[in-house]
């Protein structure tokens, strides 16, 4: 039986479902979610990401782990993490740049978030033995500071939808009209998360489990000691705005139309989880754009470097930089965000855009 003909079944027997169980549905079903079943990225994917545009960006992410390693004293070991892994790609070009640090890479434990088993199987490939799995972030050990990088991992999480009708808050669900999956709207209890809104229809969102994520960054950063980079696309501010997409072969489409084949996103909401790693007692800087945060990395230096080592590829690696950085591409897109203890001093972070 496919998903969808598995969630119109939990539809009929317990009735409609939040936009976040959905999500979780489509995305993390051990035997037909998205995760589990289609681990192409890039052009053979669906969507493709930051790392694979260009190696300098997992380049520019080693040196920012290596330079907050450094104000930390160069702690043995450090538990070096990502979240959401893909391929292996970021972590693959992270590793080649800090290794030119002396004693990072002898310190560095290498930890994968990473429940997809497809997944796994091509960071083996690409990374060898030297790397640890875990299924979630609870399962790296404590006992060590820790150094973490999350690409496009908050906007994967599930987010529940309210809309406003009527002089009310409801909350928008997912049912059936025959065969078919709907979205409808449901009686809410009085919230508190929002203000009535300037007009009819206006949509929020809020993603509990993108906050419990900043939390428990927060507090093992509290804990252990160390930093987290968090690169996503989403909002600096907060706001109203329906954000939930799929996308399946780099095109949108219907959310509701192909449970388990598209990837489903929203946007990530950076004030909610930077608020909740704050309250762990930590500090955080940003949101800044993507483009800014990576040419304050150097990113326009390192490009002028390959291309004088490598003169061919110049046209190729100004493609790669104006694709990283420019306003109407990713630069302004993307945002990144740094959790870390109180007295170190991220990089690549300036005022809030």
Known sequence: MSL??????RIRTGGPISVAEYMHLCLHDPADGYYATRPALGAEGDFITAPLVSQMFGELIGLWMVELWRQMGRPAPVRLVELGPGDGTLMSDLLRAARLEVGFLEAAEI?????????????RRRLGS?????DRLEEVPAGAPVLLVGNEVLDCLPARQWEWREGAWKERRIGLEGDQLVFGLAP???IKFAAAPAWEGAVFEQSPAQEALGSEIGARIAAEGGAALL???GRAEAGLGDTLQALRG???EDPLAHPGRADLTVHADFPAVLA???????????PVFQGRFLQALGLGARAAALARTHPRDAARLERQVERLTAPDQMGELFLAAALHSPGLHPPGFGAPP
């Open 276 to 286: 909740a790693a704050r309250r762990e007692g930590i500090e955080t800087a940003g």
């Open 250 to 252: 780099h095109v949108r």
């Open 188 to 190: 809410a209890p009085r």
């Open 4 to 9: 969808a003909a598995r969630i119109a079944d």
């Open 130 to 134: 030297a790397l640890i799995h875990a």
């Open 111 to 123: 930890w994968l978030v990473e429940p997809s088993g497809p997944f796994r199987e091509l960071q």
């Open 231 to 233: 690169v996503d696309y």
